[in-house]
C-alpha cells in the first residue's frame, strides 16, 4: 500500500528518526541544512544519532549525508566516537542546501522543514522543540522525485553554474569527478 502522510513535530521524530531510520536495510540518505548534536532515545538511554548511523554503518548500510554547513563542536565530538563513520558514511557539503529529506531504501521518504538537531527532529520536549512539519511517504513516484532532487545535488549538477562555490568544500572533488566522467 502507497501513503503519504502529513506529520508535524513530535511526529517527526518517532516516525522518522525513531522508526524509520533505524529500519533501513540498504541505504539511507539524509538532506538538512542545519546540523547539530542530536540526541535519541534508544531502550531507556538517550544516545547520539550518530550512534544509530554506526550500527547502521557496521550492518552494512550504506549512508549519504549531504548538509550546508559545517556542524557545530559537539557533534563534531561525538562524530569523533564512532571511527566507523568516517569511511561508512559519505558527506558533502553543499551551502545552498536547504531542503530536508529522510530517504530509506527507496521505498520512504521524508520531506519537511525539519533540520537534523535536537530542536528540529530531536527527543526535545514539546516546550523547547521547533514547530516543524513536513510528510512521509511510500508512494513510489514521490519517494523517487525526492530521491532525484537529492541525486541531482549529490552528483553536482549544479556546481558548474553555482555562485557559491568559494563556499563549497565539496565542490573540488565533485569537480574532479564530474571531469574524469564518473
Known sequence: MQNT?????????????????????RFLWLATSDLKDLYVAKGKRMVPFLQVLSGL??????????HAKEPGPAFRKDFDRYPNLID?????????VHF???IVDGTFAYSGSANLTGAGVGAKSSNRRNFESGFITTARDTVQAIMEQFDQVWMGAHCKAC????????????????????
Open 88 to 96: 561508512g558514511m559519505e558527506r558533502i557539503l553543499c551551502p545552498r
Open 5 to 25: 502522510q502529513f506529520i508535524t513535530d513530535r511526529q517527526i521524530y518517532e516516525q522518522v528518526v525513531l522508526g524509520a531510520v533505524p529500519s533501513a536495510k
Open 57 to 66: 554503518v557496521d550492518a552494512g548500510v550504506a549512508i549519504r549525508l549531504l
Open 163 to 182: 555562485q557559491r562555490k568559494q563556499y563549497c568544500a565539496s565542490y573540488p572533488e565533485l569537480l574532479a569527478k564530474m571531469q574524469a566522467g564518473s
Open 100 to 102: 530536508k529529506s529522510v
